[in-house]
Nanobody
Framework: QVHLVESGGGLVQAGGSLRLSCAAS????????MGWYRQAPGQQRERVAT???????NYADYAKGRFTISRDNTKNTVYLQMNSLKPEDPAIYYC???????????????WGQGTQVTVSS
């Protein structure tokens, strides 16, 4: 059974940085694409960034230049480095595992419990 656990959220001032982590277990981590999504109150869950099994990355427009997704296959962990955080970035951030090496199509139905990010202005 796939298990994803996010950590690293918290309260940060606008312009600050946070590094989110997502530890995965229960499957062969390295062969699947991973992604970060976020959901703000009253909003739909939206894609933040994805990374293929080979390390190729893709970002939502609002994340480009500020956020960096990476993975460490030796630790079965995917990261999201968030810099220059803005007042519109607060949300619960979730990691997800796709069912293929590339993130085409919807996520595979595996989600963590999420980690809260709050930005003070």
């Amino acid at each position: 059974q796939v298990h994803l656990v996010e950590s690293g959220g918290g309260l940060v001032q606008a312009g600050g940085s946070l590094r989110l982590s997502c530890a995965a277990s229960g499957s062969i981590f390295s062969i699947y694409a991973m992604g970060w999504y976020r959901q703000a109150p009253g909003q739909q869950r939206e894609r933040v960034a994805t990374i293929t099994s080979g390390g190729f990355t893709n970002y939502a427009d609002y994340a480009k230049g500020r956020f960096t997704i990476s993975r460490d296959n030796t630790k079965n962990t995917v990261y999201l480095q968030m810099n220059s955080l803005k007042p519109e970035d607060p949300a619960i951030y979730y990691c997800t595992r796709y069912n293929s090496p590339t993130p085409y199509g919807p996520p595979g139905g595996y989600w963590g419990q999420g980690t809260q990010v709050t930005v003070s202005s």
